[in-house]
């Protein structure tokens, strides 16, 4: 008998499948992990990736958080040199912070540090945004360093919104100090005839015409004002004046306001004190007081105002006007000296203020700001002077004005805010 040993066709085949598909199984399983560490590594890299943008964007908050502390004196007389509140704290002088606040899913920790710069306000923030990335834990850290420049509200002897239009009398514009310690381009504080080349006029979207006459300074120009004239401009014309003129806003004073006091049809303010005013008697202000009124009359035209004090202890006017026009004459009294800085005189027209007139033939001394008004210039002969700042709306010359722009303005006046000059990234850290 015959024994056969071959085994049956069909087994063979059925572990030869078998072992295919094993193979096959194992491929795929190979593969899907691949796909899933795949998966999984793109999702660490994302996150990694939204953690890094997001450290930066915190690092970021931390700036912001910054110069809303630096702006938070806007328009302070004095201005705001101590950052110290708002639980800034100082660590040593001029050094403020370092403050750390939470944000969702991480930090920032922000530190300002001021200085003055060519008599100049100047701030270096550095902030850290500190974010953790999902699942892992880890900690990643980005470091910005932004310089943020003090830009005054009065930074050139004239500045406009729109027109310009000297009709053939357009000013001499220059420049002066009156804190200048060695009495060189001023007279104890007062005006001495110097004339300096800051004495820069700018137009921020109209046309301005110098005629014959001096510019000593710079002629700021937007991109769509124009000029014409054949006079000298001492500095450079610029094309790119892009610049903010914030509405003046009226002050919170912190036990409300009073009514002006008035003795014999005159305000004589003998205290200082945020006062109303509803009419336009003579104003007088005794040595060192410093005296804010708000303005309610919508024909606002004082026969006289003065400031007394002298040179060492000068009262001041803080004055602002709601709504209306604003006659204002030259501000020496019998055609006597000013005896003070245009510091102790500002004069604010708030959005319903329209219209603005000097007249008179004496010199005004102040800083005028009034950006929805039209200002207009009267009065008769060569000799009217503004020694000081005017920002308005627009100018309307019928008479010859000289602009003798106050330097100290810059860095004694009212700050327009802080504002970023550049932005650097600093080296940042992560770990795992």
Do not use: C
Not at 168 to 178: I, Q, R
Not at 303 to 328: D, F, L, P, R, V
Not at 376 to 386: D, S, V, Y
């Amino acid at each position: 008998m015959k024994t056969n040993t071959h085994r049956p066709q069909k087994t063979q085949r059925g572990g030869a499948m078998l072992i295919a598909v094993l193979i096959f199984s194992l491929t795929l399983g190979a593969a899907l992990g691949s796909y899933l560490v795949l998966v999984y590594d793109q999702n660490q890299l994302a996150n990694r990736s939204e953690t890094w943008n997001g450290a930066l964007a915190a690092a970021e908050a931390g700036v912001e958080d910054a110069l809303a502390q630096l702006n938070s004196g806007i328009n302070l007389i004095p201005i705001k040199t101590n950052f110290s509140d708002n639980g800034w704290g100082s660590l040593s002088l001029n050094d403020y912070g370092p403050l750390t606040r939470s944000l969702a899913g991480g930090s920032y920790t922000v530190s300002i540090s001021t200085a003055m710069v060519s008599n100049l306000q100047e701030a270096t923030i550095t902030s850290q945004g500190s974010m953790t990335v999902p699942v892992t834990g880890g900690q990643i850290s980005r470091s910005v360093q932004v310089m943020a420049r003090y830009f005054p509200l009065f930074n050139v002897a004239l500045g406009a919104v729109s027109n310009i239009n000297g009709g053939g009398t357009f000013p001499v514009s220059d420049s002066w100090n009156s804190h200048d310690t060695n009495n060189i381009e001023d007279n104890n504080g007062l005006y001495n005839g110097y004339s300096g080349t800051n004495g820069s006029i700018a137009s921020e979207q109209g046309f301005v015409s110098i005629g014959n006459e001096t510019v000593k300074g710079n002629l700021y120009l937007g991109p769509n004002a124009t000029y014409n004239g054949s006079g000298d401009i001492y500095g450079t014309v610029y094309y790119d004046y892009n610049v903010d003129f914030p509405n003046a806003t009226l002050p919170t004073p912190p036990l409300g306001w009073v009514p002006a006091p008035s003795t014999q049809d005159v305000h004589d303010f003998t205290v200082s004190g945020y006062y109303i005013v509803n009419d336009s008697e003579p104003i007088v202000i005794e040595p060192g007081v410093i005296a804010t009124l708000d303005i309610k009359t919508t024909s606002f035209s004082p026969t006289s105002i003065t400031i007394n004090g002298g040179m060492t202890n000068a009262g001041t006017i803080i004055m602002y006007q709601e709504s209306g026009s604003a006659t204002i004459g030259g501000n020496s009294t019998s055609g006597g000296t000013v005896n003070y800085r245009p510091e102790n005189f500002y004069y604010y027209g708030l959005p319903g203020v329209n219209s603005v007139t000097l007249s008179g033939t004496s010199v005004y001394v102040g800083a005028l700001y009034a950006p929805q008004a039209v200002l207009t210039l009267n009065g008769g002969g060569n000799a009217n002077n503004l020694e000081g700042s005017a920002i308005v709306n627009s100018v309307k010359m019928n008479a010859h004005y000289d602009f003798h722009y106050d330097e100290s303005l810059a860095w004694l006046g009212p700050m327009k805010g802080y504002v970023p000059v550049s932005w650097q990234e600093l080296a940042g850290s992560a770990s795992p």
